[in-house]
């Protein structure tokens, strides 16, 4: 697994009819990457660096990357978020950043830690007009060269553009010794792709909803090789660690490429949003961003077999906010209910714009198109059991009536359209949802 670096820093024509352009100037992956960062920062003119990093990617590395650069004469402030539970990506993180960038008069943040880290550092140096660096330090999710910020406003999980590090430093080991949740996490993240890029198909084969070949190909070579791999995954091979770190930035060059993570996020991803805002209210513990996408993979797997047994399509009508709708929204997001309304109104209009576009109520010209995905599908089951995924219920703080309850309304966080999307416009997402989650009564007995 290579990075593709002839596409950093250029712009590039691409058969899909846009321009593409990613700006990461540099990507190192070496184990003496260390010595490169100072060099690195004064040809740039980068003279005065903020490093950000947690209490726990301080100790892991973010204090030898402060001494390293102290040493090597760089001037570098730090800012350590010490907070005792599991830092979320908010308004307040990022205005402490924010904050320590201008009392430190930073030219440039950098980043040691992984998402959470990754995603504030971005917003706040984006929000301040300096570039960022990141440093990651576990292979745990595809956010790395990502041009968007996975935020929780009022709990809810918002995507916002940013934009993309101006350079990414690894070191191998690092990634090979992070624990193995993280690595998990990150195998998770990548094989969510499954699901994906089939609701990218699905949109685009019904909508003609734009489709670039070559971002999709990125994202769909790492996850082919994660579902080949998922055994050595397991072992901890460092190889296979190493390729798992390449091929989650591959899938962030890609949403970079597009300017947003259509190819990397789907009805999987919405679900675990669904999960982190549950989590926000107490209702479930806080879990891994990757191991839930990579949970919910097995059930929308289920989704699409239903889907697959259709034997019509009908013509899809357009959500509609009505006044009882609006009501329900705001008394179970409560804060969060305007991102979810706005969320709505987004989704109307998109039917709106492509309603026009539909393409076609032939069932079967639709799963031939989607057959090279579909058929990938139980491939990508064996690689869920192999990572021991499939049994995470508990351990995820997840029931019969969350997975309902998710089904019912992950479609509400994103104005993407999905397989959720798909049912709930054929009359049968709730005929559906009791489909597949038989399965876990059927277990019970
Ligand atoms: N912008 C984008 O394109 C994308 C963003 N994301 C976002 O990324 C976030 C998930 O990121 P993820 O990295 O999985 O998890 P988090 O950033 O939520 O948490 C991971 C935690 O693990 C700990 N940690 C990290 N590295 C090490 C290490 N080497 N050794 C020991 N501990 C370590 C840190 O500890 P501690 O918290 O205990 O201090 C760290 O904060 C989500 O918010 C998600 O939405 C995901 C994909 C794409
Ligand atoms: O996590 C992401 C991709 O892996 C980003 O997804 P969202 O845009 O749905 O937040």
Redesign the pocket.
């Known amino acids: 697994m290579d990075i593709p670096y002839a596409l950093l820093g250029n712009k590039q024509s691409c058969t899909c009819g846009r321009d593409h352009q990613v700006p990461i100037e540099k990507i190192v992956i070496d184990e003496r990457m260390l010595e490169q960062l100072p060099p690195y920062l004064a040809g740039e003119s980068l003279n005065q660096v903020l490093l950000v990093a947690?209490?726990?990617?301080y100790?892991?590395?973010g204090d030898q990357v402060y001494q390293h650069l102290l040493g090597a004469g760089v001037t570098c402030d730090v800012h350590v978020?010490q907070?005792s539970?599991?830092?979320?990506?908010d308004e307040q993180a990022i205005a402490a950043i924010r904050q320590a960038v201008v009392q430190s008069s930073a030219t440039v943040v950098l980043a040691v830690?992984?998402?959470?880290?990754?995603?504030v550092a971005?917003y706040a140096s984006y929000s301040e007009g300096i570039p960022y660096i990141v440093i990651?330090?576990?292979p745990?999710?595809?956010?790395?060269a990502?041009?968007?910020?996975?935020?929780?406003f009022n709990g809810v999980?918002t995507?916002l553009p940013?934009h993309t590090p101006k350079a990414i430093f690894v070191q191998p080991e690092?990634?090979s010794?992070?624990?193995f949740?993280?690595i998990q996490?990150?195998f998770g993240?990548l094989i969510g792709k499954t699901i994906s890029l089939l609701d990218w198909k699905l949109s685009h084969v019904l909508f003609g909803e734009y489709f670039c070949t070559k971002s999709y190909e990125m994202v769909l070579t790492p996850l082919q090789y994660c579902v080949e791999h998922a055994v050595q995954v397991r072992d901890r091979d460092q190889t296979t660690i190493k390729n798992l770190f390449v091929g989650l930035i591959n899938?962030?060059i890609a949403?970079a490429m597009m300017g947003n993570?259509r190819p990397?996020?789907g009805s999987e991803?919405h679900c675990?949003?669904y999960w982190?805002l549950l989590a926000y209210q107490g209702v479930r513990p806080?879990a891994?961003?990757?191991?839930q996408v990579g949970y919910a993979v097995q059930w929308m797997i289920r989704f699409y077999r239903v889907f697959a047994k259709a034997s019509s399509i009908e013509a899809p009508l357009s959500p509609a906010l009505t006044p009882e709708r609006e009501a329900q929204i705001r008394a179970f997001y409560g804060d969060g209910a305007n991102e979810i309304l706005t969320v709505f109104r987004d989704k109307v209009s998109w039917y709106h714009e492509h309603n026009g576009d539909f393409q076609t109520r032939d069932i079967a010209l639709v799963l031939q198109k989607l057959e090279p995905e579909l058929s990938m599908l139980p491939a990508v089951e064996r690689a869920l059991r192999d990572m021991n995924i499939p049994e995470m219920m508990d351990a995820l703080g997840l029931t019969v009536d969350i997975l309902r309850e998710t089904f019912l309304h992950a479609n509400e966080l994103r104005s993407r359209y999905t397989i959720f999307d798909f049912l709930v416009s054929q009359g049968e997402l709730d005929g559906a949802t009791r489909n597949v989650l038989a399965i876990l009564e059927v277990a019970k007995k």
């Open positions: 947690d209490a726990n990617t100790r892991v590395f978020f907070a539970h599991d830092l979320l990506p830690g992984s998402g959470v880290i990754n995603d971005r990651p330090t576990a745990s999710m595809d956010g790395y990502s041009s968007v910020a996975a935020l929780q999980k995507t940013a690092v990634l010794d992070a624990p949740e993280l996490a990150g993240d899938a962030g949403m993570s990397c996020s991803h675990s949003h982190d806080h891994s961003h990757g191991l």
